[in-house]
């Protein structure tokens, strides 16, 4: 069964750093491109950054671009997403998502609250 | 960076009716359209790809169609798990962008 289980979500300070944690399961993780998506409360949904399974291709939406930076660590099956001069507007559930060759994300994870308020 | 504009923002319908939800593109996507189910306190759950592939283990009654600009999605007779927020997005073009969403209520 695939499982993608994000962690590290939090409440910080405007202009502050979080780093999230996304650890997959049940499939083989070096093979899939990854990415994360947020949502802020009540409102849609919000791609944030992408990365190949090898880690070469790198993309990031223009509201985070500078700010965010994703990784990812195969030998230890997780995706990452370090997060720094946190906004208000940056407040959202964020969660990984699978996909592979330009297709749709086929698996999410259930998501991680962070929360920017002074 | 492509929008994708979902119509009505909320439908409200009685079990067992047939609901389309629409979605347009401002520029073509070829089929690279996918719509995704969210319940409250969910993650989205991938509903069909390709336009009209419907994912594993959905049911039947979800249908989609289009290519282009223009997507509908189709339940045939809602049923009351089917209760939900809709989403369309496209995995044509980076940036990958999704509709603000379609809900599904109870009418």
């Known amino acids: 069964e695939v499982q993608l289980v994000e962690s590290g979500g939090d409440l910080v300070q405007p202009g502050g750093s979080l780093r999230l944690s996304c650890v997959a399961s049940?499939?083989?993780?070096?093979?899939?491109?990854m990415n994360w998506v947020r949502q802020a409360p009540g409102k849609g949904l919000e791609w944030v950054s992408y990365?190949?399974?090898?880690?070469?291709?790198?993309y990031y939406a223009d509201s985070v671009k500078g700010r965010f930076t994703i990784s990812r660590d195969n030998a230890k099956n997780s995706l990452y997403l370090q997060m720094s001069s946190l906004r208000a507007e940056d407040t959202a559930v964020y969660y990984c998502?699978?996909?592979?060759?330009?297709?749709?994300?086929?698996?999410w994870g259930q998501g991680t609250l962070v929360t920017v308020s002074s | 960076e492509i929008v994708m504009t979902q119509s009505p923002a909320t439908l409200s319908v009685s079990p067992g009716e047939r609901v389309t939800l629409s979605c347009r593109a401002s520029?073509?996507?070829?089929?690279?359209l996918a719509w995704y189910q969210q319940k409250p306190g969910q993650a989205p759950r991938l509903l069909i790809s390709?336009?009209?592939t419907r994912a594993t283990d959905i049911p039947a009654r979800f249908s989609g169609s289009g290519s282009g600009t223009e997507f509908t999605l189709t339940i045939s007779s809602l049923q009351s798990e089917d209760f939900a927020v809709y989403f369309c997005?496209?995995?044509?073009?980076?940036?990958?962008?999704f509709g603000q969403g379609t809900k599904v209520e109870i009418k």
């Open positions: 990365m190949s399974g090898s880690g070469y291709t790198i």
């Open positions: 998502a699978r996909d592979r060759a330009a297709r749709p994300f086929d698996s």
């Open positions: 390709v336009a009209s």
């Open positions: 997005q496209q995995y044509n073009d980076w940036p990958r962008t």
């Open positions: 520029q073509s996507v070829f089929s690279n």
């Open positions: 049940g499939f083989t993780f070096s093979n899939f491109e």
